[in-house]
T-cell receptor, first 117, second 114 residues
Framework: AQSVTQLDSHVSVSEGTPVLLRCNYS??????LFWYVQHPNKGLQLLLK??????LVKGINGFEAEFKKSETSFHLTKPSAHMSDAAEYFC???????????????FGTGTKLQVIP | DTGVSQNPRHKITKRGQNVTFRCDPI?????LYWYRQTLGQGPEFLTY????????KSRLLSDRFSAERPKGSFSTLEIQRTEQGDSAMYLC????????????FGPGTRLTVL
C-alpha cells in the first residue's frame, strides 16, 4: 500500500525568495517518487524523480528535492522563486523501478504556489 | 510536437448523453493511462493499458465508462449516460516499459455535464 500527503494546499512566496513545498509518503517498500507541475490549461509536466539513486535529486527550472527515508519525506525546494513558477505542484509515489507489471502511481492533492511580485 | 495529445480539449454535454474522448500517446510508448481530476484534487487513476490489453481498472470506473486501445496505439474513453458528477478533467498519460514509470501527460479533456 502507498499514499502521499502534501501538507500545504496553498503556499505564497515573494519573487526571489526560497520555495518549500512539503510532501510526506507512506509505503510498504522503498518507493519511486516524483514531482509534477501543472500550469493552468496545460498538461502535467515532470519536474524531477527519485528512483533509489542519489537522495538529492535535481530537476528542471532550478527545482530540487531530497529523499529522506527516516522522515518519509520528499520536499521540493527552489532557492529563488520566479513569477513563472506560479502553478500547482503534485507529489507522486509509485512502487520501485524494479517492480514487475503495472506500477500504480498515487498523486497527492496538490499544492498551489502563488508568487507575489 | 511529439507529446501526448488529447481531443477534444473541452466538451460540454447534457446529462444523459454519451461522450467519447481520444488520446494519442507518444509513439514508442507501450503503456497508456487514463486519470480523472476534479477541482482541488490530484489525478485519480481510472485504467491502464499495456499495448492493446487493458490490465487494470479502478473501482472509480463504473459500468458507464469504457476504454479501448484497439491497436495498441491511440485510446478512447467513452462515458455513457453522463451525469453531472462526471464533470472533471480527463487526463491521458503514456510511458515506456523499463523507464521507471515516468509518465508523460496530455493536456486533458475538460468535460462539463449540464
Amino acid at each position: 500500500a502507498q499514499s502521499v500527503t502534501q501538507l500545504d494546499s496553498h503556499v505564497s512566496v515573494s519573487e526571489g525568495t526560497p520555495v518549500l513545498l512539503r510532501c510526506n509518503y507512506s509505503s510498504s517498500y522503498s518507493p519511486s517518487l516524483f514531482w509534477y507541475v501543472q500550469h493552468p490549461n496545460k498538461g502535467l509536466q515532470l519536474l524531477l524523480k527519485y528512483t533509489s539513486a542519489a537522495t538529492l535529486v535535481k530537476g528542471i527550472n532550478g527545482f530540487e528535492a531530497e529523499f529522506k527515508k527516516s522522515e518519509t519525506s520528499f520536499h521540493l525546494t527552489k532557492p529563488s522563486a520566479h513569477m513563472s513558477d506560479a502553478a500547482e505542484y503534485f507529489c507522486v509515489v509509485s512502487p520501485p523501478l524494479h517492480s514487475g507489471g503495472y506500477q500504480k502511481v498515487t498523486f497527492g492533492t496538490g499544492t498551489k504556489l502563488q508568487v507575489i511580485p | 510536437d511529439t507529446g501526448v495529445s488529447q481531443n477534444p480539449r473541452h466538451k460540454i454535454t447534457k446529462r444523459g448523453q454519451n461522450v467519447t474522448f481520444r488520446c494519442d500517446p507518444i509513439s514508442e510508448h507501450n503503456r497508456l493511462y487514463w486519470y480523472r481530476q476534479t477541482l482541488g484534487q490530484g489525478p485519480e487513476f481510472l485504467t491502464y493499458f499495456q499495448n492493446e490489453a487493458q490490465l487494470e481498472k479502478s473501482r472509480l470506473l463504473s459500468d458507464r465508462f469504457s476504454a479501448e486501445r484497439p491497436k495498441g496505439s491511440f485510446s478512447t474513453l467513452e462515458i455513457q449516460r453522463t451525469e453531472q458528477g462526471d464533470s472533471a478533467m480527463y487526463l491521458c498519460a503514456s510511458s515506456k516499459s523499463g523507464t521507471g514509470n515516468e509518465q508523460f501527460f496530455g493536456p486533458g479533456t475538460r468535460l462539463t455535464v449540464l
